[in-house]
């Protein structure tokens, strides 16, 4: 479909890429996706641009494949996160999660991610993310999705997290 097209970069486009501090992702996200990032981060009052990096892999530096490395082991750990290594911009989503995930399980895992990186911006550094980091995520994401869809999220994909319940109870009281 249209909103998976894949995206094709010359060596011209790659180089301003890495100029610019742009991104090359293997899909594009979805025109509603883009809305609501722009939403959010305009009630958010957040001024950097937020991509959302959607594939199997994450080059974060054409120059750094360490990097890379890791990145993709913390996407195996974490299928949706804001990039450690620049929080404050980009929201990494594995490509098969993407796709398999409705209208509303891409704006409560948006909106989530995007609640990070505002707490990110306002506090001026990246923490150690812990239960009480996600409690503050998922209490702002349920301004804009159901408690319910972040639950789901959770079941789906909160895999071995040693939190995942408490995040599941506290959501549940949040209905």
């Known amino acids: 479909s249209a909103a998976f097209a894949l ?3 010359g060596l011209s486009d790659l180089r301003e890429s890495i100029v610019n501090n742009k991104i090359v992702a293997s899909i594009v996200t979805s025109r509603e996706d883009e ?3 722009k939403k959010l981060r305009e009630e958010l009052g957040l001024k950097n641009e937020v991509a959302i990096i959607i594939a199997p892999r994450y ?15 913390l996407l195996s750990q974490h299928p ?3 990039d450690p290594s620049d929080p404050t911009g980009k929201i990494l989503m594995q490509e098969s999660i993407y796709k398999e995930l409705n209208d509303a399980g891409r ?7 995007m609640c990070h990186i505002y707490s990110f911006v306002k506090n001026g550094n990246v923490a150690k993310l812990g ?3 996600e409690i503050e995520a998922n209490r702002c994401a349920v301004k804009y999705e159901s408690p319910d869809t972040l639950i789901d ?3 789906r994909y909160g895999g071995d997290y040693p939190g995942t319940q408490a995040l599941i ?7």
């Open 7 to 9: 995206t094709m970069w």
């Open 35 to 37: 809305e609501f990032v």
């Open 59 to 73: 080059d974060y530096s054409f120059f750094s494949p360490l990097q890379t490395y890791e990145l993709g082991r």
């Open 80 to 82: 949706i996160v804001a």
């Open 107 to 113: 704006r409560a895992a948006i909106a989530h991610q």
């Open 131 to 133: 239960v009480a980091e």
């Open 153 to 155: 999220l959770y079941r």
């Open 169 to 175: 109870d506290e959501l549940e009281k949040q209905k």
